[in-house]
């Protein structure tokens, strides 16, 4: 692992010593920055996204890292004796850091594939809808006419758009919590 200070580290963000430490980061485990500003912090999350092209999770509990959650793809405020202005900036919130772990684990594999099916459902239903009024059109020599009442167009959109997601993000977990929290991989 690396641990380094907020002095070291204001030299380290330096435009000429950058891919030295990131290359140097790449190789760590772990790498933990401590009294660094709330501006390094953000600048460090920055720097990570740009030049390692990587997906970054911020946590914090605190004011002093409000700039960091904002900056990262995903925020994580902890709520706790520091006040609650990371848990108002951040995506998600937690009351204690043991908490991460499930919701990274779990939580985060049921939502990525919730989402992903999701995305999936909307493309068919649309698709499935659209070829419906191109051959209706084709059929009736493309003369404008409305297949159905706007009442149904309503009714479907709504029927087909809202009730399958309601009922698949709650009853669908591909995978048991148990299972998922003893087996990282899965994610």
């Known amino acids: 692992g690396l641990v380094i200070d907020g002095r070291t580290l204001e030299h380290v963000l330096h435009d000429s010593l950058q891919n030295i430490f990131l290359e140097?980061?790449?190789?760590?485990r772990a790498v933990i920055c401590c009294q660094a500003t709330p501006l390094q912090k953000s600048v460090?999350?920055?720097?990570?996204?740009?030049?390692?092209k990587a997906m970054t999770l911020a946590v914090g509990d605190g004011a002093n890292d409000v700039s960091?959650?904002?900056?990262?793809?995903?925020?994580?405020?902890?709520?706790?004796?520091?006040?609650?202005?990371?848990?108002?900036?951040?995506?998600?919130?937690?009351?204690?850091?043991r908490h991460l772990r499930k919701l990274l684990l779990v939580h985060g594999?049921?939502?990525?594939?919730?989402?992903?099916?999701?995305?999936?459902?909307?493309?068919?239903?649309n698709v499935t809808y659209v070829n419906l009024l191109f051959w209706y059109q084709f059929f009736c020599g493309f003369s404008g006419t409305s297949m159905t009442d706007y009442w149904i167009l309503i009714l479907f959109n709504l029927l087909f758009t809202s009730v399958p997601p309601i009922i698949y993000g709650v009853l669908d977990k591909d995978?048991?919590?148990?299972?998922?929290?003893?087996?990282?991989?899965?994610?």
């Open 24 to 28: 140097l980061t790449e190789k760590c």
């Open 44 to 52: 460090l999350v920055k720097l990570v996204r740009s030049k390692l």
């Open 68 to 97: 960091m959650i904002q900056v990262a793809d995903t925020g994580v405020g902890i709520s706790g004796q520091e006040g609650m202005q990371a848990v108002m900036a951040s995506d998600f919130a937690i009351s204690q850091f």
């Open 175 to 187: 995978v048991s919590a148990e299972i998922l929290m003893e087996l990282p991989q899965l994610y």
């Open 109 to 125: 594999h049921w939502c990525y594939t919730r989402l992903t099916n999701m995305v999936l459902y909307y493309l068919y239903k």
